[in-house]
């Protein structure tokens, strides 16, 4: 079996990634300084170790510290990079603290798993880097013209891997996410992801907050989905390193339809109350998966309605 290290390995998608890795008896390394991440989510970890054969190491530490990532590296075969500040809206109101961890994290990442020789070094990007442009779907030959600090930040990240793949033969790939859901993901924090939101508010009664008028659309991606997109990049051919890939389900909803369908499955319906759209967010997204299928294998294994119906089974 392998090593691997997760960064952000206490967050939403790190720790579904964990889960799976211990579950296939993989030996895993979770890094994270949980200023964003929760101790709650790796509190399974021993179990998912022992169910599956493998071994469960947590480091606490910041990606920006070298020796940190130094340490976190050694002996690892693979590292998937998640150890992020993932919000538009943080990036927004703090771009000097984001672009420190966002970019400046990954370099100091990128330095360390080249100097230790992994086999493979997959990194989290977004959506977010396509910026407004109109044109559906979205695909990877499109020039980025991201609208957020966080979007410029992740095509920094992404540039960041593939020249250390073109100048160092780090062997780097790039995951662009859409819009990732599922268990774990946190209703409560103030940047809380639009599906935790609306699911919260449908079980407690509460109306729902909706920032625009609704008709925006989103392409949302059942984390399972990203979880097997990582496992596949780390066995993709060598010939798929130094691009990025869009990971998603190819297809798109309104936020107006998407509360309707949680209220249908929570069995209540759900009333919004509308607000001003925020700064840097997009009107319309969807993603072209093709070259994903091409290069890695990727096919979405769960759609949007079975995610929805096991999301809401978690909460």
């Known amino acids: 079996m392998s090593s691997f290290l997760v960064t952000g390995g206490g967050g939403f ?32 970890a021993a179990a998912w170790a022992a169910a599956g054969g ?78 407004e442009s109109e044109t559906l779907p979205k695909v990877e030959s499109m020039p980025a013209q991201p609208i957020s600090p966080y979007g410029l930040q992740k095509l920094a990240a992404e540039t960041y891997g593939r020249l250390y793949h073109r100048l160092y033969g780090l062997p780097t790939i790039a995951l662009r996410y859409f ?17 935790p939101r609306f699911i919260a508010a449908a079980r407690g009664g509460a109306r729902a907050t909706v920032f625009g008028d609704g008709g925006q659309t989103r392409d949302f991606t059942f984390v399972e989905n990203v979880v097997r997109a990582n496992l596949l990049a780390c066995e993709a051919r060598e010939s798929a390193c130094g691009l990025a890939y869009n990971i998603a389900c190819g297809e798109r909803i309104s936020l107006n339809d998407l509360l309707g369908h949680i209220g249908r499955i ?22 072209g998966i093709d070259l994903a299928l091409e290069r890695l294998g990727y096919r979405p294994a769960s759609g949007l309605a079975e995610g929805l119906r096991r999301t809401v089974g978690a909460f």
């Open 179 to 195: 819009n990732v859901f599922g268990p774990r993901q946190n209703p409560n924090s103030e940047y809380a992801a639009v599906i």
């Open 266 to 287: 929570v069995g209540q319906a759900v009333q919004a109350d509308y607000l001003a759209p925020r700064n840097g967010d997009i009107r319309h997204s969807q993603a």
């Open 54 to 131: 493998g071994r469960f190491r947590l480091i606490e530490g910041d990606i920006r510290d070298a020796k940190t990532c130094s340490a976190a590296v050694l002996g690892a075969d693979f590292v998937l990079h998640q150890a992020a500040i993932p919000s538009v809206q943080r990036s927004v109101e703090n771009p000097v603290l984001t672009n420190d961890v966002n970019v400046g994290g990954t370099l100091q990442l990128l330095e360390a798993s080249r100097a230790a020789g992994v086999k493979r070094f997959v990194m989290a990007s977004s959506s977010s880097i396509y910026g």
């Open 13 to 44: 998608i790190g720790s579904n990634l964990v889960e799976a890795l211990l579950g296939r008896g993989h030996s895993v390394v979770a890094l994270d300084d949980f200023s964003t991440g929760r101790r709650e989510n790796l509190a399974s």
